[in-house]
């Protein structure tokens, strides 16, 4: 697969960065359906009312056709902008926890929907990352410490970015 030609942007399980990241000159149509997996609504749900508005011209599905097998390892999910697609790994989807789910889901929302590109920083007092843009967004975080900056972390993914 071209990679570097469809500007595929990764969401890491481990480390690593992203390869080629988002072109910032692509601009997304708006408009036209969305098509999501059964398994992905309850997120999208999730998202859109975080956001504030419903999402459009999207598709998320699972990968059928082995295009994550191809990558390099760790990835989870990644977002085409261009494509304004979504592909995610169905075994690492039924295999993780729920809240695990929601920060990779966003994160590849981010890119696809908000247009967000990464954001490597982490906090200085809790080895944690700023933002669920991190290229390895479950860097250090529990299902605790998720839960106590859930509210920051919306506010930072959707806060900047919000019209
Ligand atoms: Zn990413």
Redesign the pocket.
């Known amino acids: 697969m071209a990679q570097g030609a469809l500007m595929v942007?990764?969401?890491?399980i481990l480390f690593t960065a992203?390869g080629p990241?988002i072109d910032s000159s692509v601009r997304f149509n708006t408009g036209g359906d969305v098509q999501v997996e059964p398994a992905f609504l309850q997120y999208v749900g999730d998202f859109e009312a975080e956001y504030g508005q419903r999402i459009r011209g999207i598709s998320m599905m699972f990968d059928r056709d082995g295009e994550i097998d191809e990558m390099a390892g760790g990835v989870v999910a990644?977002?085409q902008p261009a494509l304004r697609r979504i592909i995610v790994d169905p075994q690492w989807f039924w295999g993780d926890s729920d809240w695990r789910r929601e920060i990779f889901l966003f994160?590849?929302l981010?890119?696809c929907i908000l247009q967000r590109?990464?954001r490597s920083r982490m906090m200085s007092n809790v080895h944690i990352p700023v933002s669920l843009?991190h290229?390895s967004?479950g860097t250090g975080l529990d299902r605790e410490t998720y839960k106590k900056y859930r509210t920051y972390y919306m506010r930072e993914l959707f806060g900047r970015t919000k019209k």
């Open positions: 942007c990764l969401g890491y992203c990241l990644f977002c994160h590849e981010g890119h590109g990464h843009m290229p967004p």
